[in-house]
């Protein structure tokens, strides 16, 4: 008997929120786990005299499921989505449709959008952010692959979602092949791009401040009322404050090496392959490749000498100026992560709604903060802006953070307390606001010794010179091209 509105396989904690959020907004959900001992832990637990259809096998799940069928993955990325989709299309009919909802990589999801269509089968790769408790109250949700199967998968995805104080679901159609999960990537760069930065912030406060864990709680307490809000500045609050059942504060006792599964260095891999400078998110990638070379750092400290960490200047005012500083990084973090998008937009022919973006991203995931919906006014007002940083709104806040931005980054230096995320943004603001840069150096050198040509500020664009710059060089020039 065909009673329920969409199958589910994989019974780790997402999967197991998500079916209980689908089940508290009124739909019947099917679920499968190739671990058959965990349905029935979760029917007898959790799924306990709820609308939820425990299975035994992909037979069964499919043979419950309504028409046209859906049934959503949300298992491990790589082989395991390959193989869940061979086991289930044997059984599936024209127009039923797979979902991937797990962090796989927008290449792989491109391909298996190609095949499953190519078997008559629709098929959606869609971002799912907020972690554990996301999926149980409302993710973010950025669905792309198939544009037929979205119809079909609007009403279950839209009411699950996060929805904003307005009331719109913070999750919509994304774009063709594997744009719902690129969108999904830029947002996880970004991501690791705010807690670089705000970890920057702390590390400022205290080693450089000796602020205590009290007193910086109280101050990201303040910062959460006010221009910062946001997920992350919520949490980190929080864990400053915590301490154990023995009274002892709980982030001084964990250990100074961070992990990473993947999704910022595909994030950077992608900036690379595009050209774009995504250079923010790129140094936080880096800063967790160096936390985890524990061991060398330990070593290091013991020969490698720098300044004194003592602050001489007004605290207060430098706290103020720390505020400022994250905002004008935070507005830089995202301005790089929509120039990525938009590059990838041009390449690979999506339709993308950048306000649209933002306004998923506006609730329930990692990254969700009053801030996004500035980002949504910025391309309501102009849906063809080439960078944040242009929009009056974001344009006015850098320029009125600028003096507070440098101090930050030159007390920083001074202490000798890495800021590679800040500084990168400052950086990365300096050099987008330089109407020349020292590129036209760096040219003449590929061309003294690879005879790569240059353009000239006295010719047209296009037209590429070379120069024998040792009269031993002869006139053959090297073939111009981009990487």
């Keep these: 008997m065909s009673q329920a509105d969409i199958g589910l396989i994989g019974l780790a904690v997402m999967g197991e929120n998500l079916i209980l959020n689908m089940e508290s907004k009124g739909f019947t959900v099917a679920c499968f786990n190739r671990t058959v001992s965990k349905v029935d832990d979760f029917m007898n637990g959790r799924a306990k005299g709820k609308n939820i259809i425990g299975c035994h096998s992909i037979e ?37 449709i797979l979902i991937d909802g797990g962090n796989s990589h927008f290449p792989d999801t491109t391909r298996r959008t190609q095949y499953v269509q190519s078997k008559g089968k629709l098929y959606i790769g869609t971002g799912v952010s907020g972690g554990e408790e996301g999926a149980l109250l409302g993710p973010s949700i950025m669905p792309g692959g198939s544009p037929a199967a979205w119809p079909q998968v609007k009403p279950i995805f839209q009411r699950i979602a996060a929805h904003t104080a307005e009331g719109e679901p913070c999750c919509d159609w994304v774009g063709e092949n594997g744009a719902g999960h690129f969108v999904k990537m830029v947002h996880n760069g970004i991501e690791y791009g705010d807690m670089q930065m705000i970890c920057e912030i702390y590390h400022l406060m205290s080693q450089g401040l000796a602020m205590t864990n009290d007193e910086m709680h109280k101050v990201f307490a303040e910062w959460n009322a006010a221009e910062l809000d946001s997920y992350l500045i919520e949490i980190t609050r929080d864990i400053l404050a915590y301490k154990d059942e023995e009274g002892k504060e709980v982030v001084d006792l964990i250990l100074d090496t961070a992990g990473q599964k993947g999704t910022g260095k595909w994030t950077v891999v992608a900036a690379l392959d595009s050209g774009q400078p ?52 935070k507005i830089v973090s995202y301005a790089q992560g929509y120039q990525l998008m938009r590059a990838a937009a041009n390449e690979y022919q999506w339709n993308l709604n950048y306000g649209g973006i933002a306004l998923m991203w506006r609730g329930g995931c990692i990254i969700r903060s009053v801030f996004l919906g500035k980002i949504r006014d910025a391309f309501a007002n102009n849906p063809k802006l080439d960078n944040l940083l242009l929009d009056p709104f974001f344009k006015e806040a850098t320029e009125k953070a600028q003096q507070s931005w440098r101090n930050v980054v030159i007390a920083a230096v001074k202490l000798g307390i890495p800021v590679p995320a800040i500084s990168a943004a400052l950086s990365y603001y300096d050099g987008y606001r330089s109407k020349r840069l020292p590129a036209n150096l760096l040219q003449a050198q590929r061309d003294y010794f690879g005879a790569h040509t240059y353009e000239r500020v006295d010719k047209p664009r296009g037209q590429f010179f070379h120069t024998n710059w040792t009269g031993r060089g002869g006139s053959t020039s090297a073939s111009t091209y981009t990487v």
């Excluded at 959503?72 to 127009?95: R, S, T, W």
């Excluded at 330990?298 to 720390?322: E, I, Q, S």
């Design 60 to 96: 069964q799940l499919v043979a419950v499921l309504k028409k046209p069928r859906k049934i959503m993955l949300m298992v491990k990325a790589g082989q395991a989505v390959d193989d869940f989709i061979e086991l289930c299309l044997p059984h599936l009919e024209d127009g039923d």
């Design 278 to 329: 995504l250079t923010l998110i790129s140094e936080a990638v880096f800063s967790r490749c160096l936390s985890a070379i524990k061991d060398e750092r330990v070593k290091a400290a013991k020969v490698l000498k720098g300044p004194k960490r003592k602050y001489r200047g007004n605290k207060a005012a430098f706290v103020n100026d720390l505020r400022a500083a994250l905002y004008a990084s």
